[in-house]
């Protein structure tokens, strides 16, 4: 059997090819600068947290500061009936109106942040974690930004429509591109077939479990593992296609 490589190109063409390799190499790093900018802020926090992308694949609702705050049990020295009605204030429909009404007295949310947090919690604390100048507790103005859930809902479904009629044509088309260069080399076909068929399949899954994770959030997980299996895989075969091109081979 007569096998062509790229190696037996002329030295123009392997120039051009290796041209090529260099833009599909820059085009997955573009794609993941991309994916980072595009999920990272849906949390509010900086950096693509599991949160972001569980939020734009599946929805979800993270419990407000001062909820997790409490149940971790912070601050120790809280009394647990405070705890309680803290606790029973931030789930109700309307914290805003409840957090001062005068007719619950010292139980009032105010009244407890004021004697229990503020010590720590106010702009001129003297506690040494300076977390008063971070996080003051003092007026409605700071609590407002502890008290409500951040929700995150997922991607519109017309959206990631078209995300895919854009994503799935041209990633299977280069695909079909780099699995030409990849059979186009010297390697052993084990190591090109279990290549390909990661590639591949890497690609199914991702977009699969892209549309999966919509009903049931375990397959954002299965979405990141194919997404990352696919670009290391294409960056090996970049590699293979790399060296097939310029290490010369002894025998044929
Ligand atoms: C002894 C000082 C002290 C007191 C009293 C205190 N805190 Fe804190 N709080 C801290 C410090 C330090 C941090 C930052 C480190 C941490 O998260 O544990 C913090 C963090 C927090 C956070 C942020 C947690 C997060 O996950 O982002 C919230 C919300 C909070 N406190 C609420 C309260 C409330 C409500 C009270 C009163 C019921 C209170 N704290 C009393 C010192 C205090």
Redesign the pocket.
């Known amino acids: 059997m007569t096998t062509w490589r790229l190696r037996d190109l002329p030295i123009p063409a392997r120039l051009g090819v290796t041209c090529l390799l260099v833009v599909i190499a820059g085009g997955l790093w573009a794609s993941m600068a991309h994916l980072e900018d595009h999920h990272q802020n849906r949390d509010s926090k900086p950096g693509v947290s599991l949160d972001d992308l569980k939020g734009a694949y599946h929805g979800v609702r993270l419990a407000p500061?001062?909820e997790?705050?409490?149940l971790r049990n912070?601050?120790p020295?809280?009394p647990d009936p405070?705890r309680k009605i803290?606790l029973k204030w931030i789930t109700s429909k309307s914290p805003n109106e409840l957090y001062d009404e005068p007719v619950l007295g010292a139980e009032a949310p105010a009244e407890?942040?004021a004697l229990?947090?503020v010590?720590?919690?106010g702009r001129k604390s003297t506690?040494e974690?300076k977390?008063g100048e971070k996080?003051p507790?003092e007026f409605w103005d700071d609590v407002k930004k502890?008290v409500f859930p951040t929700v995150i809902d997922p991607v519109p479904t017309p959206i990631l429509v078209a995300s895919a009629h854009a994503h799935l044509l041209a990633l299977a088309t280069l695909s079909i591109g780099m699995l030409a260069l990849l059979w186009a080399t010297r390697f052993g076909a084990t190591l090109k077939s279990w290549l390909t068929l990661g590639l591949c399949l890497g690609l199914l899954a991702d977009f699969a479990a892209q549309w999966l994770a919509r009903g049931s959030v375990e397959y954002v997980f299965v979405m990141i593992a194919a997404g990352g299996a696919y670009v290391v895989i294409s960056g090996v075969i970049l590699l293979i296609a790399a060296l097939e091109l310029w290490v010369p081979s002894s025998a044929r």
């Open positions: 500061p001062l997790s705050a409490l912070h601050p020295e809280l405070e803290l407890i942040l229990r947090c010590s720590c919690h506690d974690s977390i996080l507790l502890v």
